[in-house]
């Protein structure tokens, strides 16, 4: 009996051919490329807008919408792509603001206010800019020793401890007097008026959740996310991948953190705390968690939106008659928003679609 021999219709596969059918090595960004640029081109269209208005209360308005942006494409790196709910996140933003102020407020500031701090800090004032990246670094490092236990937890398990993350860090900072003053306001930290500093830092955050949405660890979390027992029979280290999500969004909550630091120059505990959580996770809801260019459009109707009540309830003239909303009604608002947003789009106004130039492509 002899051997079979190969068939010789089977003709050999060349290489040519296998780099035929190879997808390219930067298809996918050239395919979603358009989602940041063009989200970024709506920032920069309304930075150009409030330049060319000169009106101080608009340009402060922007300038918080523009904060507002970074925190949550910060929450949207991590919960969109994870599908995890965290509630701990504006605990990094904390972490940048007061970092940010260490490094840029006065030294005989903080000589007297803040004794504690370490005799290099004390020494050290930086510009802006550099403190908003050493910063962001800081948060991210945080994020990392924090990261390396939560992110073995999953569903309410992992929500419930992002929230304990929270309370601690705002626990620490509103006690530990000699190095963050405490529940009194830390003063002193130069006020960027500008807004140009925070539209770039808007845009990079935007840039930044783009490019981890479609590198190998975005792609792979956000198959744990849909099918996780299916991602961890391929070999995807969960764990791993959330980790990676959870210190690139921690670094740019931190970012965001000192942007908010500087376009107020004041800077106190609890103004990281349970409102900001709400707002930021409100705005992230209402445009869609598992949508980029959700994340970003959210924000800006909602802060519209934040600025129309603020104006109302104020007071608006007619005639001779003055007429004002009462106080609170932005909370009661939001939340009535929220609850009509998840009972009729669960997913958000855009789903999990982006904004291209062709057509709305969901996203994966």
Not at 131 to 140: D, Q, R
Not at 191 to 202: E, F, S
Not at 251 to 277: E, I, Q
Request: net charge positive.
């Amino acid at each position: 009996m002899t051997a079979a021999a190969p068939s010789t219709t089977a003709e050999a596969v060349s290489p040519a051919a296998v780099a035929e059918h190879k997808p390219a090595r930067f298809a996918l960004a050239r395919k979603t490329i358009m989602t940041p640029i063009l989200l970024a081109l709506l920032l920069i269209a309304i930075a150009v807008l409030t330049h060319v208005t000169g009106s101080r209360p608009f340009n402060q308005t922007v300038i918080d919408l523009f904060v507002r942006v970074t925190l949550v494409v910060g929450l949207y790196i991590f919960i969109g792509n994870s599908g995890i709910l965290s509630f701990g996140h504006i605990g990094f933003t904390c972490l940048g603001a007061y970092a940010a102020a260490w490094m840029t407020i006065n030294p005989m500031m903080k000589a007297s206010a803040l004794p504690g701090l370490p005799q290099f800090v004390l020494d050290m004032r930086l510009p802006y800019w550099q403190s908003a990246v050493i910063a962001s670094l800081f948060a991210g490092v945080a994020a990392l020793i924090l990261g390396r236990v939560l992110m073995r937890l999953s569903g309410i398990a992992a929500s419930i401890a992002t929230f304990a993350v929270l309370a601690m860090i705002n626990t620490i900072y509103a006690n530990w007097d000699s190095v963050t003053g405490g529940t009194s306001s830390v003063v002193g930290i130069p006020i960027i008026r500008t807004i140009w500093p925070y539209l770039i830092g808007a845009v990079v955050a935007v840039f930044i959740a783009w490019a981890h949405a479609i590198s190998r660890s975005g792609l792979a979390l956000r198959a744990s996310r849909d099918e996780p027992t299916a991602a961890a029979a391929s070999g995807v280290d969960i764990p791993k991948e959330r980790l990676v999500a959870f210190v690139v969004s921690g670094a740019v909550m931190g970012l965001g953190g000192a942007l908010a630091a500087h376009s107020v120059g004041v800077v106190t505990p609890d103004a990281f705390y349970l409102g900001l959580t709400f707002i930021t996770l409100s705005m992230l809801v209402v445009g869609g968690m598992s949508s980029l260019s959700g994340a970003v459009i959210g924000v800006v109707l909602l802060s519209g939106l934040i600025q129309l009540l603020r104006w109302m309830e104020t007071g608006v003239s007619i005639a001779d008659t003055t007429f004002a909303l009462p106080r609170g009604v932005q909370e009661i608002a939001l939340g009535i928003i929220m609850i009509v947003i998840l009972a009729l789009r669960p997913s958000g106004l855009l789903g999990n679609r982006e904004v291209t130039l062709t057509r709305s492509k969901r996203s994966k």
